[in-house]
């Protein structure tokens, strides 16, 4: 296509909704980082070099200025790896900032517990202090404020790069109710679907300040939530493979990355856009 931007060096930057975590190949098990998130397969369609940074577990913070520990590693700040060089960063982070996927994993816990008579006081008891999570103004603020600072500080590192925010894949639709695959009550499902759109309304502000493009996966078709026939979100994983509850499938993340390609291709990135 006629004047269609190129790109060789891209730097991906995130939590796990970026990283991937339970879908393979794992090529980092401490960052929890898979080789099929959307960044590599973003990369792979572009014939770009891709220095993917995400980390689970995630936060503003560890994206800006914070050294991040899992285990016994210990990584940089991630916005280290943008370079001079760098002509393409995806970002998606915000999420651990408001306690989006810890709330839920512990919802959906103490909901399986207390399915067990022996269990119901303790799953009772931690569905009422997580009942009491409160996502303020002031907290959406603040990380609006951070979002923007990442991206401030990707366009001082890197001036001629293109900025492109991707929201967070829904993990509930308008289909999604409590079952046996959904350890969810319809008030924690709620919940789920008030903290996606925050998330939206986040990057829809932090564009607006700073210019940058988003790709809004949050507004994937419904029928593809947890506890759907075909879901882009794994389901309550317990045995084993809790970190990949909740979190993008394969199926998934190549959908986020369409949408990424879909953008990347349909303009050259000098103005305002949205997918």
């Known amino acids: 296509m006629p004047g269609t931007r190129t790109y060789s060096v891209m730097v991906a930057l995130g939590s796990s909704f970026a990283a991937g975590p339970g879908i393979d190949p794992v090529v980092d098990d401490k960052a929890m980082r898979s080789g ?16 993917d940074a995400t980390v689970s577990g995630a936060t503003t ?5 914070k050294k991040q520990r899992v285990s016994t590693k210990r990584f940089a700040p991630q916005i280290d790896a ?8 995806t970002i998606t982070v915000g999420g651990n900032d408001l306690g989006y996927l ?8 103490a909901n399986r517990v207390a399915h067990r008579w022996y269990g119901r006081p303790a799953g009772w008891l931690f569905r009422k202090a997580l009942s009491k999570k409160d996502i303020t103004d002031g907290l959406v603020s603040d990380t609006t404020d951070s979002v923007v600072r990442i991206i401030d500080e990707v366009r ?5 790069a293109r900025v492109v925010m991707v929201d967070y894949v829904p993990i509930v639709d308008d289909t999604t109710v409590p079952s046996d695959t959904v350890p969810l009550t ?18 829809l502000a932090a564009g607006a300040k700073t210019g940058a493009e988003i790709v809004s996966a949050s507004s994937f078709e419904s029928g593809h939530g947890i506890g759907t026939a075909q879901p882009w979100v794994h389901g309550f994983r317990p045995n084993g493979l809790l970190a990949g509850s909740f979190h993008p499938t394969a199926e998934g993340m190549r959908a986020a990355a369409d949408l990424v390609l879909e ?13």
Request: proline share 1%.
């Open 36 to 51: 099929r998130n959307y960044a590599h397969l973003v990369a792979k369609d572009l014939g770009a070099a891709l220095t």
């Open 61 to 65: 913070a560890t994206i800006l200025e």
């Open 82 to 89: 943008v370079r001079t060089s760098t002509d393409l960063v």
């Open 102 to 109: 810890g709330a839920l994993l512990g919802c959906a816990a």
């Open 156 to 160: 001082r590192r890197a001036p001629h």
């Open 186 to 203: 319809a008030e924690e499902i709620a919940f789920a679907r008030n903290v996606s759109a925050t998330l939206s309304d986040i990057y």
């Open 263 to 275: 953008l990347l291709r349909r303009s050259d990135g000098t103005g305002n856009g949205s997918s």
